[in-house]
Structure formats: structure tokens, C-alpha cells
């Protein structure tokens, strides 16, 4: 009976290394718990400033209720955009500039626009010395938000806004060899800082106006004869001799099976090598390019400037479209040669494009923001140009260079010559309705030799390129040559 | 004025948590019983202390005063249950209490922050909920046959998952709930204890390959009764304790690795085949492309514990009633919103305190049942909390379960409370052989 007992205990007792399974599994659930904790800070770390900074989240009540919004500044340190307290407490939201920056900076109350949306948090997140949060919390003063150094230049950005002068359209003006956006024009306008009372008659009127929609980047347009520089480079890269040996006699009009193509006015260019088909932005010829070429290559070409993908670009915008493809019919392979037919472009898109070939091929990654800085003005997180990827060689972009510089010399472009700098550019006449007057485009950039300036500008309804946008370009680059030389 | 106290109270509470958290982890390294004592007395104070804040930011945000009753009623409760429960049973682990104290603590200050009216079910239910469980130790310590039942335990648990399948209503998409005229209970948090029973007992007569099929074979007629319910966080639980189970009896790798390769296989199909599991996932790997619908909730999580950084925005100054089932699933990230990353961080390693404790009770139990069955529920509970965290911060996809003691749920924080009684059980139980 004893021993009995003995053995069952025996049983009961396990020798130590018995436990090795136990210890495994804790070891292994110890690791999973530390991943846990590991895996939170990692996220409030490096994830969730990210994160927080989404029109969904819903708590930017919360820090409204302790953060005075910080301030939106141009890149010289003129105020965009600050929130005033008023005299019997109350915040109000600021805007010196009135309607210049409307579409850009946006707005803040009645949901969110532009730099005021996408920089939410940003400048409702306070960075200033932890002692001096913790010493404004006790005395429950609220703690002042961040602000954004944005890369807009007041000057230019007023020149652009009284280029456009009563037409409707946009504006992008742009550093190619950086990517910072110096000024973002949209027309018509409307007061940001009062845009509580306004509201009614913004949102009420009559929906073709559109007034708070920002055209620079949601507008989409036919390109006009400003496509023609990629048909040009697609024409280039199938017929490498294309700028020797390319010659085209133009008689106003050109046919293509049942498609038939006529020059502006019906008027008849002559002779025409390859530059001064550019130049004179003869439709016949590019026409003629356009039966010449592979769709397919056609349509990668497109597609690898961007057309049907995303741009990459910050705030809210409407993607181009260029939709040619190996059944589309022959009258809208011509158009889309020329610029019309069903292919749609952004003013940003366009400047993007018109960048690209100014940087040598590579498009830089547009910007708007170079700094945020706490709200004494240090540095909290700096945004500096960064290469978003190369589109086309060198040379290419050397060729189109040439193409567009003699444009201005040569051609279409006339209104840009000046003394003081060399331009390079291409003008566009968009048909959009017949009975209606034609959108007014120019892209462009200069100093052609080194680029330091290029522009997209279309006004909508105002007829030629050449005779209404070209001009307008022309007072932007004044304005900022004359502040050069300064 | 009211401002100060509540900024004060917000750092001291973080405070106060993670000095909790350092002696409790200091512990371990402490043999003296006065040392023990001294830290046991420590973490009471911290306790109490987290709990007077709490309540004071609470009175002072609402002015509702009926939440200083609430108070008295939670500090006597928390009293009796420090000093009551070791004087009945000696040999106890007071650590195990102090962190489960902790642990409601910081649930009943969230739940009173969310509604007022559910944390006063709550507190109700677990008066009597600790009631019920202080018997659980005697029981163990008077019946001591109880490894002698494992079919019972089975068919037990079999019967009351077939019961929830064939009778409960959906909510949330799946059969959870049994409703009774005045109560709704979840079988399935109750039968998770009862599991672990059964495959202890089980496994205690012996580790050969035949019991391992035949307890195989009841493993798998729950799992699948759960999975037709569409409980599948329960399922996914259920299977793997069953597997870490099977390893530390049979001592054999195989039957780990095979089993997670079988539930890999499982869960994939199952993925194939449930449309709320693909919903899961599809917010697990991308919710900002379906903020609208899917993704709302976890995204809504990551915004909680995002705005509330390393030191939380404060308790009752964020905005954690915009997680849907927030009381529940979502608990952690209100936590995370309002108390801060730091006490999140205590959280879990307060709960990886309890986790190793579980480990430890079982590694120096020398009754084979009970080690088994601390095991086991050890894993379970693991398992629970590294779910329920890691959905709440994306870190996998959400599975819908409660974060033990912590989380609104009856069955959920009675279950836990049995839970620890057998735990602490299995000590006492020890002391005494």
C-alpha cells in the first residue's frame, strides 16, 4: 500500500528539464507582448504624426480647444494666413492677402481647403519648449500652433493674380530645378476671410462658375497646341533625322482618310521644316506627325508624363486623361496630335510637364511647404527638393528646349522676346465649344540656357495663346528678372 | 483652478502606473517576504492613488455626483478584495491580486469616462463576479478529484456551444450571446475555462497518441461549433491553446508545428470563405483606401492612440466615443487617447506581469492537472491580450476580442475573475500539499 503510494507521487513529480516546453511558450508570449510595446512607440513615433493627419479625424476639435492655429507663411515671411484673437475672445481666422492666395492656402472654417486641409494638424500641433506647454497648460492659456514656410512668393503670386487680370483660368508658376511652387493662381476667386457669410452665394451660384474650385489643379483642359511638344518628341524619337529632314508644305488644311485638320484660320504656312512647324504651331504638320507615329509608343509616352496616373502633388487635383488608343478613330487620332480630341490636362500638369524638359528630363517633386517651424519660428521638420524621376534624356530635353526657345524668337511666341532674359515656350489655342471663344495657353520657362522660372497659364474664353496668355507669362518673368537683378 | 488639478492628476497618474509597473517587474528579483510586503504596500498606494485621481478628473470634467458614490463603492471593494482575500487564503499570490486590481481599476475609470451607466453594471457585476471567485479556491482545496472529470468537463462545454449555435440571435455578425429575461450571457467565455479543464484532465491520464486523438477530436468539435456560430476570434483562441496544450504534454514539436501549419491552412480558408473575415483583413492591411466603410473602426483607433501620443490628451479631454464598440474591442485605444502611450505601455506589460505569474505558478506546481490547467489558462489569457492589443493597433488584423478585466463585458470580466480564482487556486493548493 506504501509503495502504492510512493509511485503515484513519483508519477506526480516531474524532473526539471520537463518544464523546457513551459518555459518555450513564455518565452515566446513574453516576445510577443515586448513586439506589442515595441510596435507602440515605433507607431507614435515615426507613424502616427502621419496617421492623426486625416480629414476623418474628427479630433481636431479637441485641438482646437487647446491650440491657437498657427500661422501660413509665404517664403519671405509675409503672413498668408493667421488667426487673430478678437476682442472679446474670439478666434478669427486671418487672410491679409484676401483673394490672392484663395485656392492655395484655402480656408478653414466650413470644412477645409488647400494648405489650411492638408497641413491640419500640423498647425493645430504646438512644438514649443515641453516647459513652457506644461507652464501654459496649468494656466490653461492656450499653446500656439506650428506654422508652414510655404515656397509661394508674394510677388509673383500678385503678378500672376493681376496677369489673369478678369479672366478666368490658372496659374502655376514653378522653380524647375527644384520643385518649389512660387505661385498657384486660380480665377474666379472668392475672400477667404469671409467665408461663413459668403457661403450661400459660393456654394449657390451657378455651378458652371465653380467659384472654390482651384482650376491650377482641378481644372481640366483640352492642352491646345501646348501638346504638341510631346507629339514632337514622339515624332522626334521614331524619326531621330525628323529635325533635319522634316518638311511639310501646309495649305491651311490637311486630310487624313475621312479626317480633315485645318490651320488656324484656315491659313496656309508654306513650306515647313521641322522647327517651324513648332514654331508656327502648324496643325497640318503636327497632324501629319500624328498619322506617322505608333499609337502605342504614343500612349506610353503619355502615360510615362503622367497622363492617366496619379501626379505627385500634395493637394487635391483631377488626374489628365489621354485616352488614344489603336481603335480610336481617325478623326481623333489628328485632333489628339494637335492637342484636341478627348485628351484633358490640369495647369499644374501642364507646368509639370513644361518643367521637366527646362530641368534636363528630370521632374522634381513639386512642393509647397519647406518648412514647418514652431510658432517662435525653429525648426521642426524641413522639406527639401528631392528628384521624383527622370522622364526623358538630357538631349530630348535639349531638343524641345531648342524647339521651344525658337517658338518665342521665331514664332507663336513673339510676345515673350526680351532684352533681359530668353524665354522658351509654346503657346495653345484649346477649341473647346465652337460657338464660343477658345482657351488662351502658354507654358513656358526661362531663362532658356538655365532655367530658373517656368510657368503654365491658360484663360479660359479669351481667344489665342499667342495674343492673351503669352503676354501674360511675359509680366510674370518681368517681375521676377527685375526682382533679380535687384 | 480645476484645470491645475486636472493636469496634475493626468501626469500623476502616469506617473503613479508606471512606478506600479517598475515594482512589479522589480519583484521578480526579490525573495525576502518583508521586501515582498514592502512592494505589495507600494503598489496598493499606487492603486488607490490612480483610482482617487481618476475619479477626482471625472467629478471635476462632469459634476455629476453620483460618481463620488461610485467612488466609495469601488474603494471599499478594491479594500476588502486587497486585504480580505489574503487573509482567507494565505498563500496566495498577492501580486496576482494587486494586478488584477490594477487592471479593473483602469477599466473602471475608462468605462465611468465612457458611460457612466455601463460602468456601473460593470462594478456590479464584478462584486458579484468576486464573490463567486473567492469561492473558487476553497472548491479546488475540497474537491480534489476534480482532474477525474475531463469527459464531463467536455460534453459540458460541447452542450453549451451547441446551445449558443442552435438558439442565440446575431449580433455583430456572429451567435455569442444566450438571452435570458434580465441577463444576456456569452457561453463561450465560460466554456474557454471549462476547455482548459477538459484537455488538462485529459492530458493528466495520459499523453499517448490515442488520447491525443480522442482529445483532438473534442477540440475540434468546438472550434468548428464556434466557428459555425462565426465566433472566430473564439475559434482562432480555442485552437490555439488546444496546440500549446498538445506541445507542453506530448513535449513534441511536430504536433506544434503541424497544428499552427493546420491553422494557417484554416485560417486561409476560412479568409476564402467568410465575408467578415475578408472585411478584417482588407482593413488590417490598407483601411485609409476604405475609411468610409470598412476601415472606419481601426482607423479611428490609430487616430485615438495617434492624438494621444506618449502622454494622452487627458481623461475625459479626447474624443475616444468615436471607435465604434470602444467599450469592448477598442478599449486599449481609449486608453492609449486618453491616459497615454506610456500607461498603454504599462497596460500591457502589467498584463505580461499576470502572464508570467500564470507561467510561474504553473512551472512550480508539481500536480500534474493543475500545472497543465495553469498552463493552459495562462495561453489563454496570452493569447486574449496579444490579440485584442495587436487588432486595437493594427499590428494584425482585429479578431473582436475583449481585453480581460479591462474591457465592458460581463461574461468576459466574470470568466476572468474565475480565471485568476483557479490560478490562485493552484497556489494555495500547492502551499498546502
Redesign the interface.
Known sequence: MKKQNNTKKK????PKD??????R??YL??G??????G???Y??IF???E??N?P????Q??FE?KIVRGEILSSDGEILAETLITDNGEEARFYPYKEMFAHVVGYSQNGKTGLEQKYNFELLTSDIPFYEK?YR??M?IKNPGNQLVTTLSVKLQQAAYEALGEHRGAVVVLEPSTGKILAMVSKPDFDPNTIVTDWERLINSDSADGILLNRATQGLYPPGSTFKILTALEYMREYPSAPENFSYECNGIFSYNNAEINCYHGKSHGNLDFIGAFEKSCNGAFAYMGSDISISDFYDLCESFLFNTELPFPLAYKKSSFLLTEESEDWELVQTAIGQGKTTISPLHNALITATIANGGILMQPYLVSEIQTAYGQQVKQYLPSVYKRLISPEEAAALTKLMTSCVTEGTGYALLSDSYTAAGKTGTAEWDEKKESHSWFVGFAPAENPQIAVSIIMEEAGTGSDYAAPAAKKIFDVFFSDKKK | MQ??VM?CAQYIIIFLITCYTWQSFAYFGKKSEVQKRKIAARQNFCILGVHFLGYVSGYLATGKEELILLYGAQTVYFICVIFLFPTAYPDCSRMLISHMCMLLNIGFIILTRLSYPLAVKQFLIVCGGSVLASVVPWIMKKFRELRKFAWIYGIIGILLLLTVYLTADTTNGAKLFLDFKYISFQPSEFVKLIYVFFIAAMFEKSSSFMQVIKTSLMAAVHVLLLVASKDLGGALIYALVYL?MV??AT?KNLYLFGGLLCASAASYTAWRLFDHIQVRVTAWLNP?TV?DTKG?QI??S??????G??LG?GLY???PG?IPIVEQDFIFSAI?EELG?IS??CV??I??GC??LF?NI??ES???FY?YLA?GL??TY?IQ??LT??GA?K?IPSTGVTLPLVSYGGSSVLSTLCMFAVIEGVKTFEKAE
Request: hydrophobic share 50%; aromatic share 18%; glycine share 6%.
Open positions: 508519477k506526480n513529480v516531474k520537463s518544464n523546457r516546453e513551459f518555459y511558450i513564455m508570449f513574453s510577443l507582448f515586448l513586439l506589442l510595446c510596435y507602440l512607440c507607431f507614435l507613424e502616427s504624426r496617421v492623426i486625416n476623418y479625424n474628427l479630433r476639435e479637441t480647444r506644461l497648460e496649468f490653461d | 484645470n491645475i493636469e500549446m506541445y507542453a513535449k485609409w475609411i472606419y482607423a479611428q490609430l487616430f485615438a492612440i495617434g492624438t501620443g506618449f490628451v479631454e479626447g474624443s468615436q492609449a502611450g498603454a505601455i500591457i506589460l498584463c505580461l502572464l508570467l507561467f504553473a512551472i508539481r500536480n500534474t500545472r498552463y495562462a495561453v496570452g491580450v496579444f492589443i495587436g493597433m499590428l
